[in-house]
């Protein structure tokens, strides 16, 4: 269990991710509340930072701020990902759909769109790419669906990670702890496709 950092202040809107509470609009599976227990951070406008580590994200010019919402065609493409932390440290980016299908009723949550393991001084591109990008394509009017970025310190060094056999029902708890990785940052943004 990691120290606690100060005190962080949540409000009911936007609902905020897995990373930090259970939203009270729908049930979550424990694989979505997969890291509830064990990420600091604190939500300062592009950059989440707890420790040792922070990371922001950009699309371009949008920078990613927690519960932004964004557009399918804004995300297409990867983003920019600037990850600082300690030289020696290796880090593993994951990015993650908590409510797939949707938030109401998420039984292939987590999806997941991309994964970078080894990471070093913070380069993303210095690591081994496990899932390749994936953009969000959140169902017609399933509503706001929430994208979280979740960087994490390699505790026991390089690791070897093989990719999973699908995109769906992926468990980042049992991710983590199958690889030794402590979850250290994250941020998010939201996006939805309208109802047809």
């Known amino acids: 269990m990691l120290p606690r950092l100060g005190m962080l202040k949540l409000s009911r809107a936007p609902c905020w991710s897995h990373a930090l509470t259970r939203c009270s609009l729908a049930p979550r599976p424990s694989s979505v509340a997969a890291i509830s227990h064990s990420v ?4 300062t406008s592009t950059n989440s930072a707890t ?4 990371i922001s994200v950009s699309y371009g010019s949008h920078a990613v701020t927690d519960g932004i919402e964004l557009t399918k065609t804004q995300t297409h493409s990867a983003p920019e990902v600037k990850i600082q932390a300690d030289d020696s440290t290796l880090v593993t980016l994951l990015m993650t759909d908590p409510d797939a299908p949707s938030r109401e009723n998420p039984v292939r ?3 997941m769109h991309w994964a970078v393991a080894n990471i070093e001084a913070g380069d993303v591109s210095s690591g081994d ?3 390749e990008y994936n953009g969000p394509s959140p169902p017609p009017g399933t509503g706001k669906h929430r994208y979280i970025f979740t960087a994490y310190a390699q505790t026991q060094g390089r690791i070897k990670v093989t990719a999973p056999s699908g995109r769906n029902n992926f468990d980042s708890k049992a991710f983590a702890s199958t690889h ?3 979850a250290l940052a994250s941020t998010q943004f939201v996006c939805q496709t309208p109802p047809k």
């Not at 600091?40 to 939500?43: D, F, L, Q």
């Not at 420790?51 to 922070?54: D, E, P, T, V």
């Open 109 to 111: 949550a987590e999806w």
């Open 51 to 54: 420790g040792n580590m922070s």
């Open 180 to 182: 030794h990785l402590t």
């Open 40 to 43: 600091r951070r604190s939500t």
């Open 129 to 131: 790419t496990v899932v």
